[in-house]
């Protein structure tokens, strides 16, 4: 069965440092993968995705994330973090063509709040 | 373009009500969702559809229908209100190709669902 991990319910980061919010995963084939951010009181927004390809991943505001194949895990990274990358971050997954339909299985989510 | 669009913003239901939460999409996507996002408990898909006139259940079905007339609407509908269904509900929707399965989603900005 496919499956989506977030280890970390909540990450605290000072302003200025790196910070990474993990995400692990299980699915059958080659994995899609996904992060999204959702601000409070929004819908969630796209931020980047691995579908093929190189490792390292860019995506929106300067987050990043790389794909690691053999640790099945695709960890969210920004060198400098900012106040305002403070939201919930979901990590999101779904298999090879034989698995569900385009449906994407979601985990529960990372608090990321961000101390000036 | 105004993406998706979802109404109302905010419900609250008695039990035992009924009520239907709008949804959609100006991006000529084919593929429309539903979720539900519990607390600490990330989306969970309710139904979907794959174009006009085709719908299939997701993770969460029972309790809800859907129905899928046009490529633009995907109207969610809740026959007996339960106290079970009080949550957030967000409606997204892709264009998803034969060859792919790594189409972002676009979500609107939900519809929070109270029931007493």
């Known amino acids: 069965a496919q499956s989506v991990a977030q280890p970390e319910d909540q990450v605290n980061v000072a302003e200025g440092n790196p910070l990474t919010v993990k995400c692990t995963y299980s699915?059958?084939?080659?994995?899609?993968l996904f992060w999204y951010v959702q601000y409070p009181n929004r819908g969630l927004q796209f931020l980047l995705k691995?579908?093929?390809?190189d490792n390292l991943v860019k995506g929106s505001y300067g987050f990043e994330a790389e794909f690691n194949k053999s640790q099945t895990s695709f960890h969210l990274k920004k060198p400098s973090a900012l106040v305002s990358d403070s939201a919930l971050y979901f990590c999101?997954?779904?298999?090879?063509?034989?698995?569900?339909?385009?449906?994407?299985?979601w985990g529960a989510g990372t608090k990321l709040i961000i101390k000036p | 373009n105004a993406g998706v669009t979802q109404t109302p913003k905010f419900r609250i239901l008695k039990i035992g009500q009924s009520m239907t939460l709008q949804c959609t999409q100006d991006m000529n996507h084919n593929y429309m969702y539903w979720y539900r996002q519990d607390p600490g408990m990330g989306l969970k898909l309710i139904y979907y559809s794959v174009g006009a006139g085709i719908t299939d259940k997701g993770e969460v079905p029972n309790g809800y229908n859907v129905s899928r007339s046009t490529t633009e609407d995907f109207p969610l509908r809740l026959e007996l209100a339960a106290p079970s269904q009080t949550s957030v509900y967000f409606c997204?929707?892709?264009?998803?190709?034969?060859?792919?399965?790594?189409?972002?989603?676009?979500f609107g900005p939900g519809t929070r669902l109270l029931v007493l």
């Open positions: 999101a997954v779904r298999g090879g063509f034989m698995d569900s339909n385009y449906q994407l299985i």
């Open positions: 699915v059958s084939g080659n994995p899609y």
């Open positions: 691995y579908i093929t390809g």
């Open positions: 997204a929707s892709s264009f998803n190709s034969a060859s792919g399965g790594g189409e972002t989603q676009y």
